[in-house]
């Protein structure tokens, strides 16, 4: 019997030496990480799949680089600066003048800079009723509608859309697109300049497209058109040009000529 009560007590006794050694290698591990050393560092979170990266040439030559992404997953903002330099990716947004946006940028009915019916907030497309791609949230659908302000524009809840102003790209009206982009004061259509835009396909799924080397108007869609979803896009609009083309992607960064931007198409992050 008393060896029994012997043996019991040399167990515990173990028991509780081994506890404080645990307890010691707990409290030095914990120091360890405190202090940075000794242990392999976490791997960081793969970022969120927010967009799909294509890279396409066309036969005229045209190489364009394309984002596809959900129109969920876009949010429009004001900024004062170049889009690679900016936290998030995206690409430019419509035109501008002296930081005064000249074109539709507004998101649940409200302008992205400003006030409505402020003048260069991103409530009218100035001076011409433009093109306008609008995402319609509430009845999951796309559409491009030729508007002079944002409230003219149909949408099925007034705060659940968002809108993008600029000139039409008219993709299934082969005969009179060039038309109705110059009577929307499409600039320079005729001349070789880097080109960007916005088009959507029969899954209403957004596409933001960037060429990284100049190119007219009609080039630019006709590269559209063929290489992007072929027969499978419904419509879109051409977003600013020149050396305000630009996009900021993990896979590449296109600044145009360097200037500022003060809109841009923007994807969320989450």
């Known amino acids: 019997m008393m060896s029994r009560v012997l043996t019991h007590g040399k167990a515990r006794a173990v028991n509780w030496k081994r506890l404080q050694l645990y307890f010691i290698g707990f409290l030095a ?5 405190v202090l940075g050393f000794g242990l392999p560092a976490r791997e960081p979170l793969p970022e969120p799949l927010l967009y799909s990266y294509y890279e396409t040439k ?3 030559g045209v190489k364009l680089h394309a984002v596809r992404t959900s129109p969920d997953a876009v949010t429009l903002k004001a900024i004062s600066g170049n889009v690679t330099k900016e936290s998030d990716y995206g690409i430019n947004g419509g ?5 005064y946006l000249l074109s539709i940028a507004v998101m649940n009915n409200l302008p992205v800079k400003g006030q409505a019916e402020d003048y260069g907030s991103g409530w009218h ?3 011409h009723p433009k093109g306008t791609l609008v995402w319609d949230a509430a009845a999951r659908r796309f559409s491009t ?3 002079l302000a944002a409230d003219e524009l149909q949408v099925t809840d007034k ?3 968002w809108a993008q102003g600029g000139v039409s790209m008219s993709l299934s009206d082969p005969g009179r697109w060039a038309e109705q982009a ?3 004061d499409m600039p320079l259509m005729e001349e070789p300049r880097l080109r960007s835009g916005a088009v959507y396909d029969a899954q209403q799924q957004l596409w933001l497209i960037v060429s990284d080397k100049p190119c007219t108007a009609e080039q630019f869609r006709t590269a559209i058109l063929e290489t992007i979803m072929p027969g499978r896009l419904i419509d879109g609009i051409f977003l600013d040009g020149d050396g305000s083309s630009q996009m900021k992607l993990k896979e590449v960064q296109l600044k145009g000529d360097s200037r500022p931007v003060y809109q841009m198409i923007a994807l969320r992050s989450t």
């Open 29 to 33: 591990g914990n120091l360890l990480a």
């Open 58 to 60: 066309a036969g005229n």
């Open 95 to 99: 035109f501008f003048w002296q930081g």
């Open 125 to 127: 497309n100035i001076d």
């Open 145 to 147: 509608q030729v508007v």
């Open 159 to 161: 705060q659940h859309y």
């Open 182 to 184: 110059r009577k929307e």
